[in-house]
């Protein structure tokens, strides 16, 4: 069965994806939506990540960026089932202990509902700001996932040691309420999907069109098939921008919009290459617009996706 989820909008607003209303939006916009993912059977819904963006990107990403944990946080209280997703940490910017604390206390206070969505980030100027290693990012992510998984494991004194990072005989608490945060990793590099092969329990391309991704699943599959790993890997993609109905407005043309029937049968070529989750956007001109669509969708297109 093919799940979905969404980013979340007001959160984030790089001109490549933010609606116009989102500028003056705010937290209460954010509960609405998280509240009708929760309503209307989204499987998660995701904040990024960065930490200060230089001027010389000010202009195309904006500098509006939350902070993920904060953000995912304030609406674990606001919701009841929905997953909440980090897509993506960049966990190079900060020791892996500084995020394990954070995000165990999200899991711990959310119940169990983290998925940790991790990236190496490309923003080299926040990697210079805060001292971390910008142009090593892939190995440090690396070891860093590793780090992870023992800091986030059942152990209050977690025991890590690789090249960069070690710790032993500290405890930490709360622990996170799932026996296993599942890590999902970002990107589309090459050394991005090996990293989701090896390492991962999912893959968040970084949107790959339709004609790339079976490709890139076929080498997820092989390389982690030559490892030896066994366990399932949620293969993730992100959709083109949707609108349900007829629209009354230009909605873009890369816009799979009209009829439910269509816009299942268009999304139904997702499932057949591989893909578990999809990641949904929606035109909208303002929060209510939006909510609606999102019902729209959970009520006359997902009941299609597998059909």
């Known amino acids: 069965m093919v799940m979905y989820g969404m980013q979340l909008p007001v959160q984030s607003q790089s001109t490549l994806y933010a609606e116009t ?22 499987a998660y819904i995701a904040s990024c990540d960065h930490v200060a963006i230089p001027r010389r990107l000010a202009d195309a990403m904006s500098t509006v960026w939350y902070d993920p944990v904060a953000t995912l946080s304030f609406l674990a209280a606001a919701t009841e089932r929905v997953r909440l997703l980090s897509h993506v940490a960049v966990v190079g910017l900060r020791h892996p202990l500084v995020s ?13 509902r983290l998925v940790l969505g991790v ?22 992510l690396d070891e860093t996932i590793d780090a992870l998984r023992a800091a ?3 152990d209050e004194y977690p025991e890590f040691a ?8 500290l405890g930490q608490r709360p622990r996170p309420a799932q026996e296993r945060v599942p890590v999902w990793v970002g990107g589309s590099s090459p050394a991005a999907v090996r990293r989701a092969a090896l ?6 391309p970084q949107g790959d069109p339709r004609d790339r991704l079976p490709r890139q699943i076929t080498r997820l599959r092989a390389l982690r098939e030559e490892a030896g790993i066994v366990a399932p890997l949620t293969v993730g993609a992100i959709t083109e921008p949707l609108y349900v109905g007829d ?55 997902a009941p299609h996706l597998d059909s």
């Open 199 to 204: 390492r991962g329990d999912g893959w968040l």
């Open 247 to 301: 629209a009354a407005w230009n909605v873009g043309r890369r816009t799979v919009a009209g009829k439910p029937e269509a816009i299942a049968e268009s999304l139904r070529a997702y499932g057949a290459m591989g893909v578990d989750q999809i990641q949904v956007r929606f035109r909208s001109r303002g929060r209510t617009e939006l909510t609606d669509q999102m019902a729209a969708f959970a009520a006359e297109v």
């Open 100 to 112: 394990a604390k954070q995000y165990a206390t999200l899991d711990h206070l959310s119940g169990g």
């Open 21 to 42: 209303w989102e500028a003056e939006a705010g937290p209460e916009d954010l509960v609405q939506v998280a509240r009708a993912a929760d309503r209307s059977g989204f």
């Open 152 to 154: 986030l494991g059942p």
């Open 162 to 169: 690789g090249e960069r990072y070690a710790f032993s005989g």
């Open 119 to 140: 990236g190496a980030g490309h923003v080299r100027e926040e990697f210079d700001a805060l001292g971390a290693d910008f142009d090593g990012r892939g190995g440090v």
